[in-house]
Each structure stands twice: as structure tokens, then as C-alpha cells.
């Protein structure tokens, strides 16, 4: 267990015992936050606040006779599909790059670029939901665990939203939204 002390008390301690722990065996140990931990929180939510408010992305839109959408925009590096299916009530979001085939959504690309990706792609959805009538969207759930938390942890930031068992997803659960 951690405890968290103001600095100048943490300091203090450290010079007297030289350890962090109060009871070692335990795990019970203070710490204080520093201008450098201050500065890195800082730094993650202006990174969080440029994903959500997104960066205004070129992209080259095409409709099936469906109502399914490809829109396809690119990052500094590389080029990514984002597409949008229509299923008469939710349009289903997936992305992934341009080159895979559909279905070839669960692939992590590993570019080290999830921040660039997500601002352009919030943009990408708010300009082009502008275009739709008044629409729900869904995030299914993915076999990648880490995927589906980043989803779950993005969707504190839209207006309104919920998640719901379904069928339409191997795990049977999505999650639905409003922009």
C-alpha cells in the first residue's frame, strides 16, 4: 500500500531511514508527488484533450449501395481505413490499415503512433457524423484486452454512452454511443 505524504514529509523521511518503506515486509510505503510526476499528468491530459478535441484530417469518404462507409485518411507515416457500417439503427466502427481486408480489423499496427491515430479518427467521426442523420455508433468488443480498455476509458469522454450485451460480437458485449 502506498501512502502519499507532502513532499517536504517524504524528503525527510528518506534522509532519517533511507527507504521509502514503512513496513517492508507489508509493502506499506510513502511517497509524494514531485514536479516531475505533476508535469508528466499534465502532459497525458493535453495529449488526452488533443485525441478528444482531434486533428483536422484530409479523408476520402465512399458509400456502398448499403449504407456502409470507407473513409480512408492517413497519419504522418502510414494509411488507414476507417469504416462504418450500417446495420438499420448503429453504425458499427472499425479501423485498421488501408491495405488489410475487411475483417482484418483485430491486427495492431505497433507504429507507436495510438495518439495521432485516435485524434485523427475523432475528427474524422465528428465531421463526417455532421453528414449522417441523427445516428448511434458502437464499439465492439475485441479479443485484444488492452484494446477494449482503451475503448471503455475513451467513452468518459463522449456525452453519452453505455455498454451492452450483444449478439452482434463474437464476446457479446459493445459499446453504443451518441456524438
Known amino acids: 500500500m502506498e501512502i502519499l505524504v507532502k513532499l517536504k514529509h517524504f524528503i525527510k523521511y528518506q534522509n532519517i531511514y533511507q527507504t521509502a518503506y514503512l513496513d517492508k515486509k507489508n509493502g506499506y510505503r510513502i511517497w509524494a508527488r514531485t514536479k516531475e510526476n505533476h508535469l508528466s499528468k499534465i502532459e497525458d491530459y493535453n ?6 478535441d482531434g486533428t483536422k484530417t484530409d479523408y476520402n469518404a465512399f458509400k456502398d449501395n448499403e449504407n456502409n462507409y470507407k473513409l480512408l485518411f492517413n497519419t504522418k507515416t502510414n494509411s488507414y481505413r476507417f469504416d462504418l457500417q450500417y446495420d438499420g439503427s448503429v453504425y458499427h466502427l472499425m479501423f485498421s490499415e488501408e491495405h488489410y ?20 479518427l475523432a475528427y474524422i467521426l465528428k465531421d463526417f457524423s455532421a453528414k449522417l442523420d441523427d445516428v448511434e455508433f458502437c464499439i465492439g ?5 488492452s484494446k477494449n480498455r482503451l475503448y471503455e476509458y475513451f467513452m468518459k469522454y463522449t456525452k453519452s454512452w453505455y455498454k451492452k450485451d450483444t449478439k452482434e460480437y ?7 454511443f451518441i456524438i
Do not use: H, P, Q
Open 101 to 120: 481486408r475487411n475483417g482484418d480489423y483485430e491486427k495492431l499496427t505497433n507504429y507507436k503512433e495510438s495518439i495521432e491515430v485516435f485524434s485523427r
Open 141 to 145: 468488443a475485441t479479443d485484444n484486452e
Open 47 to 52: 495529449s488526452i484533450n488533443e485525441m478528444l
Open 170 to 176: 463474437d464476446l457479446g458485449w459493445a459499446l453504443y
